[in-house]
C-alpha cells in the first residue's frame, strides 16, 4: 500500500518561503510519478507540479514557474517542494500525489495515491 505524508506547511508572509515534504513508502518508486497539487477554498484542486522518478524530469505549471522547485532525496523515497517568493494567490491547502507509470498528468484524475494534505497560508 502506497502511503503519502506531507509536511512543512505553514503561515508565511508575502515574499517568504516555505519547503513542502512527501515522504513516500510502500513500493519501489522507480516507475512512478509524483505530482503536487493545491486546493484553495471554494476551487479545484490545481497541478502545481510533477516529478518522474524513471527519468528525472519536472514540470511545473505556468503560475509557478520560477519560483516553485521540485527536488528529491532518492534514499529517503522524499520529494520536495520548494516555494519561494510566495503570492497570497498561493495559499491553499497543498497535496502530494503518486501514480505508476512514466508519463505524468496534471489532472487529479491521472493518480490514485494522495496524502492527506498540508495547508500554506501566505499573508499580505
Known amino acids: 500500500q502506497v502511503q503519502l505524508v506531507e509536511s512543512g506547511g505553514g503561515l508565511v508572509q508575502a515574499g517568504g518561503s516555505l519547503r513542502l515534504s512527501c515522504a513516500a513508502s510502500?513500493?519501489?518508486?522507480?516507475?512512478?510519478?509524483m505530482g503536487w497539487f493545491r486546493q484553495a477554498p471554494g476551487k479545484e484542486r490545481e497541478f502545481v507540479a510533477a516529478f518522474t522518478w524513471s527519468h528525472g524530469n519536472t514540470y511545473y505549471a505556468d503560475s509557478v514557474k520560477g519560483r516553485f522547485t521540485i527536488s528529491t532525496d532518492n534514499a529517503k523515497n522524499t520529494v520536495y517542494l520548494q516555494m519561494n517568493s510566495l503570492k497570497p494567490e498561493d495559499t491553499a491547502v497543498y497535496y502530494c500525489?503518486?501514480?505508476?507509470?512514466?508519463?505524468?498528468?496534471?489532472?487529479?484524475?491521472?493518480?490514485?495515491?494522495w496524502g492527506q494534505g498540508t495547508q500554506v497560508t501566505v499573508s499580505s
Open positions: 510502500g513500493r519501489t518508486f522507480s516507475n512512478y510519478f
Open positions: 500525489a503518486a501514480q505508476r507509470g512514466s508519463s505524468y498528468s496534471r489532472s487529479p484524475r491521472g493518480y490514485d495515491y
